[in-house]
């Protein structure tokens, strides 16, 4: 969905001052960027959130990403513990490292000479060690993927201010960087989903596949950061109705689609998107729905957002209602997704106006934290 990006409803908030931070994306009004200077060293820097990787790595972790978050105590409790049911093991890390060799293995086979990194905002391997690693070897300048597919503080901005923070802390000289755009948009993420949403339907009883209720579902945020995704704000959202509208055309053009939310946290104080995907399944059941897929588009990979809130919580409340439940696949390492990785980057190397995906100015989504409590 095109948005207008010449507006910066936030000026003077960018994380710095770097041009490259701060790509115009879309409708032809955005400066071309200028293709790689030959000779250039540069890499792929795969950016992604982290997780534990062990029992003792739970707390610290969350630590990290909660600290001055306002999380309330019980909520930190209760998502130990589903760490804690996996054995302390997100499954985020098995599933970067498998993108990461999948993105090696295309780049090679299309002839893209161009080394991998891998580095997290949570979790080792930390993006400041990443940028370090590749100072050392010589790279002066990293194309960024962030494993997350849409706008808002949570899912762009912050991996802005990731890459910010890694630079500052190696000082001038550090390798430069751009962020790629976020790709909800882009065709090979929609066709991931697409066929993990039509091998959903295959997996349904033959009697209910051309009924079952499709339901969407991503992260939910705070009203207040939803208000403000996105240069012109509420683009967390519209890509997400846009794109769980396109996943479902590709498949069954026309039929409807709910979006809905998952993992609220926060004090309940605090407005964040709703429904839960939990009462929306107890109003689907009370309206006579019998079955239902669950979509989650919001998130690139089954992590434990999926693998938890999902598979476990929402399928207990599915089977308590007696709907029947499928959850779709994320687009993981599909080959269409793995694909959409090397056009982002490759359009980035080449220059001229870019086409694919929607970059956010540096100085959009910003939202102010809670104060610590
Ligand atoms: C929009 C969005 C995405 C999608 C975009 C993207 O992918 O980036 C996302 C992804 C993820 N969120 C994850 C984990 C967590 N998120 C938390 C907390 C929060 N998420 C938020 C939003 C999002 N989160 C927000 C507004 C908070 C409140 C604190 C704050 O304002 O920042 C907490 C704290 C405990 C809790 O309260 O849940 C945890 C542990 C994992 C790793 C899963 C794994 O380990 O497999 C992933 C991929
Ligand atoms: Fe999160």
Redesign the pocket.
């Known amino acids: 969905m095109p948005l207008a990006t010449d507006v910066d409803i936030h000026p003077g908030q960018a994380p710095d001052d770097d041009p490259s931070l701060a790509v115009r994306n879309n409708g032809g009004a955005a400066p071309a960027a200028r293709p790689a200077p030959p000779g250039r060293r540069e890499a792929l820097l795969v950016l992604?959130?982290?997780?534990?990787e062990g029992p003792d790595d739970v707390l610290p972790?969350?630590e990290n990403?909660?600290r001055g978050?306002g999380?309330p105590p019980e909520?930190?409790a209760a998502?130990a513990e589903h760490?804690l049911h996996f054995g302390g093991v997100?499954?985020?890390n098995g599933q970067n490292r498998a993108l990461i060799s999948a993105v090696e293995a295309d780049l090679r086979a299309a002839g893209v000479d161009l080394p991998v990194y891998w580095g997290n905002r949570n979790w080792v391997p930390y993006v400041e060690d990443a940028w370090r690693q590749m100072a050392d070897d010589g790279i002066e300048h990293v194309y960024v993927f962030?494993?997350?597919a849409?706008a808002?503080?949570?899912?762009c901005r912050?991996?802005h201010e990731d890459i910010a923070r890694a630079r500052a802390v190696l000082g001038p000289g550090a390798p430069t960087a751009e962020k790629l755009p976020h790709y909800s948009d882009a065709p090979g993420f929609v066709r991931a989903n697409a066929e993990a949403l039509a091998a959903a339907l295959d997996r349904l009883p033959p009697e209910v596949r051309g009924s079952a209720r499709l339901v969407a579902t991503?992260?939910?945020?705070?009203e207040a950061?939803a208000a403000v995704a996105g240069p012109d704000g509420g683009a967390?959202q519209q890509e997400l109705l846009a794109a769980a509208r396109a996943v479902v055309d590709a498949v069954d053009p026309g039929r409807p689609v709910d979006l809905v939310w998952q993992?609220r946290?926060?004090p309940p104080s605090v407005p964040w998107l709703e429904p839960d995907v939990n009462d929306h399944l107890r109003a689907l059941a009370a309206a006579g729905e019998t079955a239902v897929v669950v979509l989650p588009v919001?998130?690139?990979s089954d992590?434990?957002?999926v693998?938890w809130d999902l598979d476990t919580e929402a399928r207990e409340t599915a089977a308590e209602l007696g709907l029947t439940f499928v959850r779709a696949g994320t687009a993981g390492t599909h080959p269409a997704f793995v694909a959409t990785v090397r056009e982002l980057l490759e359009e980035r190397r080449a220059g001229g106006p870019p086409r694919l995906g929607t970059n956010c100015p540096a100085a959009c989504c910003f939202v102010a934290?809670p104060a610590r409590r």
Do not use: K
């Not at 992604?48 to 534990?52: A, C, K, N, T």
């Not at 808002?152 to 899912?155: K, N």
């Not at 991503?218 to 705070?222: G, I, N, R, W």
């Open positions: 992604s959130f982290g997780g534990p972790f969350l990403v909660t978050r999380i909520r930190l998502v760490y997100s499954p985020i962030a494993t997350s849409y808002s503080a949570s899912g912050q991996y991503a992260h939910s945020v705070p950061m967390y993992s946290s926060g919001g998130f690139v992590h434990l957002e693998a934290r």
